[in-house]
């Protein structure tokens, strides 16, 4: 097990993952170093012989399970994360192991050596076995929001979401009436809350409702444009990486 691929936002944490790589296995090799959903699509698209991929959860532009949306990976994954909660997702796309930052050295060590033991079949049989697990606890979605106006507390019926825009870290909630409300959480965590039937991460800075939307363009670069029932603060741009998830997303039959 010599060549590896890290998917790390954060130069530091690449940093200190390789000097650690480098210090438990003197003969690794780190063939890439990936920043960004999109730029692990596009490097992963063309097919590595990579032994094992490190992979934060949280990147630049959106979790990077994405990228498992977009392209088949079947190398050995160990995950890196902040946020235990991420666990049982990991394990679904072939995860052998996830190591809660910040670790060390011997953490690493234990995750390699995880590795090394496992033969196919138990690595099939784990992954089969966690997958299982994280189906039966996985939630259906929020059914509804509770945001603040003023003095009050207002119930937002989540099929009445047209779309979540951050700007200067700062979230709304647009309703498919034209309502705008603030919301106290990240794109990031209502990823995770949401129903992935109903809604989809366009970018950094929209989740768009199924409802919401009315057409699409061709944009510039095979990209594409979204035209919603409603006007958005700013045209909603899917990424060329992203496009066949996309349309496979709107293709879908909505479930529930």
Not at 29 to 41: I, N
Not at 214 to 231: C, H, M, Q, T, Y
């Amino acid at each position: 097990m010599r060549k590896v691929v890290i998917v790390e936002d954060e130069t530091a944490a690449a940093v200190n993952l390789r000097a650690m790589l480098q210090s438990i296995m003197p003969d690794a090799e780190v063939v890439a170093v990936l920043e960004s959903v999109e730029e692990s699509v596009e490097f992963f698209s063309k097919g590595t012989d990579a032994d094992v991929v490190f992979m934060d959860i949280h990147l630049a532009d959106g979790d990077s399970f994405r990228i498992f949306k977009s392209v088949t990976i079947d190398i050995p994954i160990i995950f890196t994360t902040a946020y235990d909660e991420y666990a049982l997702e990991a394990f679904k796309v072939n995860s052998i192991d996830y190591l809660l930052k910040p670790f060390k050295e011997d953490d690493l060590q234990r995750a390699l050596d995880k590795l090394q033991r496992l033969t196919a079949v138990e690595r099939m049989a784990e992954r089969e076995h966690i997958t299982k697990m994280a189906e039966e606890s996985a939630s259906k979605g929020l059914a509804t929001m509770l945001v603040r106006y003023k003095d009050k507390i207002i119930p937002v019926d989540m099929d009445n979401v047209a779309f979540f825009y951050t700007f200067a870290e700062r979230v709304t909630l647009t309703t498919l009436d034209g309502e705008t409300y603030p919301v106290d959480k990240t794109l990031e965590a209502l990823g995770q809350q949401l129903s992935s039937d109903d809604f989809f991460r366009a970018n950094r800075q929209f989740i768009v409702s199924r409802r919401a939307v009315k057409d699409i363009a061709v944009w510039f670069g095979s990209r594409l444009a979204l035209n919603l029932v409603l006007e958005a603060p700013e045209r909603i741009i899917i990424s060329k990486a992203r496009v066949p998830e996309f349309k496979q997303w709107l293709q879908s039959v909505r479930r529930g």
